[in-house]
Nanobody, 124 residues
Framework: QVQLVESGGGLVQAGDSLRVSCTAS????????MGWFRQAPGKEREFVTA????????YYADSVKGRFTISRDNAKNTVYLQMNSLKPEDTAVYYC?????????????????WGQGTQVTVSS
């Protein structure tokens, strides 16, 4: 029912910035809390950040707090992840996810819809 499509990934150098986007179709975007997760080679998928339905609350993993910013534009059915001061360890496939739940959560099981991911590679 709900489809999420990420875009904006690419190859950057350490210290650079990049913004990835996730656009939703189907459902009611403003009804979903949204999150970003990432999966690096050889590692399990991990939580990055999440945002409440109206954008009033944001939650970040310690590894990205202060460097990454999540935002959303409900009129555009889009959630963004602004990544600054990128590090090689940020290299991963980045996934956006939508949660029917009102809760802003870092738990993957609370998310109902997932995008296909976009690759972010940070070179040193």
């Amino acid at each position: 029912q709900v489809q999420l499509v990420e875009s904006g990934g690419g190859l950057v150098q350490a210290g650079d910035s990049l913004r990835v986007s996730c656009t939703a179709s189907g459902g009611t975007f403003s009804s979903y809390a949204m999150g970003w997760f990432r999966q690096a080679p050889g590692k399990e998928r991990e939580f990055v950040t999440a945002i409440s339905r109206s954008g009033g609350y944001k939650y970040y993993a310690d590894s990205v707090k202060g460097r990454f910013t999540i935002s959303r534009d409900n009129a555009k059915n889009t959630v963004y992840l602004q990544m600054n001061s990128l590090k090689p360890e940020d290299t991963a496939v980045y996934y956006c996810a939508a949660a029917i739940s009102r809760l802003v959560s870092g738990a993957q099981e609370n998310y109902d819809y997932w995008g296909q991911g976009t690759q972010v590679t940070v070179s040193s």
